[in-house]
């Protein structure tokens, strides 16, 4: 009888979720269309582009607004079982409030595992075709724009750092290169070079000048001179294609490294780390919340109970991204910033399940 219950309650979950996901999926990407349509129009892009262009953009959505098709999910199905008395059916038999969410908080528990593991294993990397097709191929971008970047810094070490001028992605090369190398708080030595490429021994520097500087200063000319110090990979050297926040969690990672080498802020991509595995949880959250409202439909039956449901979820999201914002500037730390709110909300729903008639 039980099991019969879950596969009954599942299927109307299951059917809310996958409708929920297509209709707002579809309006999403509607919109999306119109705010584009002028540059698929003037940069004549192919139709097979086109649809090829929203097949990424739906694994956006998908990573996105998952939590947000969960919740109108479980308030769609949960309030419909209410509102036809079947939630009073299986409370009279026995049934408790907390078996009957039992199988949707595990699916949902569930659900959230393959979201991260889609973001992180799944998503980057069609992401940052979907980010490549937007900017060369609808947007019209140049291919110097696509290979090439500028005004490199990195620092080797407290006492050694350099500049790039200008990197060829594709080449692996660089263009006029400088490197200052201190001590004693003072500049002890100084390389310039035209040219810098990425070589199968390592880095080498071409066509430049080195002096050292001191109580005596050298002066020499180099056709060629190794720099084995710079440990940095040609993939280091891309700019990363779209947000940081798309990135998978070792991806974001490995770029946190690389912007404290650099010396650039990187408080604003630690919260989005710490976001990765954060955001996917507000699904479960938003069920302990949801589903206990949609349960027990006040006197203005389903609509009221869809409207307050929703209006404590919006606050929850709300919250999520104010939190955000606070540690993005530094106001908080970025795992509070990340599961602060998620811990006052889960607390919140906690409280209502118990508060709840059974």
């Keep these: 009888m039980i099991k019969v219950v879950d596969r009954y309650l599942l299927r109307y979950f299951i059917s809310a979720l996958i409708t929920v996901t297509v209709a707002f999926g579809l309006l999403i990407v509607v919109i999306n269309m119109v705010e584009q349509l002028r540059d698929f129009v003037d940069n004549k892009v192919p139709i097979l582009q086109v649809l090829t262009y929203y097949l990424y953009f739906a694994g956006w959505i ?24 079947e939630l009073l059916a299986m409370k009279t038999s026995g049934i408790s409030l907390y078996r009957i969410i039992a199988p949707i908080f595990l699916f949902t528990f569930l659900l959230t595992g393959v979201h991260i593991y889609y973001n992180e294993f799944i998503f980057p990397e069609p992401n940052k075709k979907m980010v490549e097709m937007r900017e060369y191929t609808i947007r019209n971008r140049g ?14 070490d407290k006492s050694l750092f350099f ?14 290169i400088k490197l200052y190398r201190s001590a004693n708080d003072k500049l002890a030595e100084f390389i310039t070079a035209k040219r810098m490429k990425f070589t199968p021994h390592g880095w080498m520097l071409y066509n430049g000048a080195k002096r050292i500087l001191g109580d005596s200063t050298t002066f020499t000319d180099f056709d060629s001179l190794p720099a084995n110090y710079i440990k940095d990979k040609p993939s ?34 630690l919260v989005d780390l710490k976001l990765k595995l954060a955001y996917p949880f507000s ?15 006040k006197r203005g039956g389903l609509a009221i109970s869809f409207a307050l449901g929703a209006g404590i ?10 939190t955000q914002s606070f540690g993005y500037n530094e106001k ?13 909300f ?12 059974k």
Aim: charged share 15%.
């Design 332 to 344: 908080l730390q970025p795992a509070v910033a990340a599961w602060m709110i998620n811990g006052i």
């Design 143 to 156: 291919e110097d724009f696509r290979w090439t970047t500028q005004n490199i810094y990195r620092q080797v």
């Design 283 to 297: 699904s479960v959250i938003v069920i302990l919340i949801c589903v206990p409202i949609a349960s027990n439909p």
């Design 62 to 85: 998908f990573k996105s607004f998952l939590p947000v098709f969960v919740l109108l999910a479980a308030l769609i199905s949960i309030g419909i079982l209410a509102r036809k008395n």
């Design 236 to 269: 280091d050297f891309e700019t990363p294609i779209g947000n940081p926040e798309d990135m998978g969690y070792k991806e974001l990672s490995h770029y946190i490294e690389l912007m404290k080498r650099v010396g650039s802020p990187y408080q604003r991509q």
């Design 163 to 176: 500049t790039i001028n200008s990197y060829n992605l594709a080449r692996q090369e660089g263009a006029d």
């Design 313 to 322: 979820a919006l606050l929850y999201f709300i919250c999520f991204k104010v």
């Design 346 to 357: 889960l607390l919140v729903g906690l409280i209502i399940i118990f508060r709840t008639k």
